[in-house]
């Protein structure tokens, strides 16, 4: 699993309330990933960050903030939650050309 | 726009047959990566290819790469139902920075 933990694994908050999950790995990868898996778009790239404090948008970034103060950790924030930020979400690492996984936070927003 | 499309969807499919999923891809990459994901679950590396040509077996499952028709096919031989899961392909575009592109995946049934 390449040493990556996703914290919390699941979440129910309601519309216009913050929410930041937590990527943490414990191998020193440079590379950080935040996707969001849904239903008929395989996943998709919201944020990546090849350092501490080096962050850039992906595919899919409006609505949600990223960080990154430590290698270890990569936080993912939505500022004001929206129905449609309902999904689950996975973090991934680089390493030697090939990117792994965590094991996901389903995030539902009511 | 980059784009990676996948085909079939969804795929359903009796024991002990053949069959190849197929991903195009719309930007220069030499870089194409398979990956299975059962339900529930988190995304497992299958295959990486990194050049033109390249073919890698596992088992089973057998991925190859033709760059200069932007197309991947993951062939099945005598398929078993533990091969059910969901497929993605996934592509390394060049010059963006390790960013990965996805298909929407392909969903396989296998029946006993």
């Known amino acids: 699993d390449a040493g990556i933990t996703q914290s919390p694994r699941h979440k129910v908050t309601e519309t216009g309330t913050p929410v930041t999950l937590r990527c943490h790995q414990t191998e020193n990868h440079r590379y950080m990933y935040w996707y969001r898996q849904d239903p008929g778009h395989g996943l998709r790239l919201i944020h990546y960050?090849?350092?501490?404090?080096?962050?850039d948008k992906g595919e899919v970034s409006d609505g949600y903030s990223v960080s990154r103060s430590k290698t270890e950790d990569f936080l993912l924030t939505l500022e004001s939650a929206t129905s449609s930020q309902t999904s689950v979400y996975f973090c991934a690492i680089s390493e030697f050309d090939e990117q792994y996984f965590g094991p996901g936070t389903r995030l539902t927003v009511t | 726009e980059l784009k990676v499309e996948q085909n079939p969807l969804f795929l359903s499919m009796q024991e002990g047959k053949n069959y190849t999923i197929y991903c195009n891809y719309s930007?220069?990459?030499?870089?194409l990566y398979w990956y299975r994901q059962d339900p529930g679950k988190s995304l497992e590396s299958l295959f990486v290819?990194?050049?033109?040509?390249a073919v890698k077996q596992e088992g089973r499952l057998m991925a190859s790469l033709d760059t200069k028709a932007r197309l991947s096919t993951l062939h099945i031989t005598a398929a078993v139902h533990d091969l059910s899961a969901t497929y993605f392909c996934a592509v390394d575009a060049l010059d963006t920075g390790n960013q990965f592109y996805f298909g929407t995946g392909t969903s396989l049934t296998v029946i006993p």
């Open positions: 930007t220069t990459s030499d870089r």
């Open positions: 960050s090849y350092g501490v404090k080096d962050t």
């Open positions: 290819l990194l050049s033109n040509g």
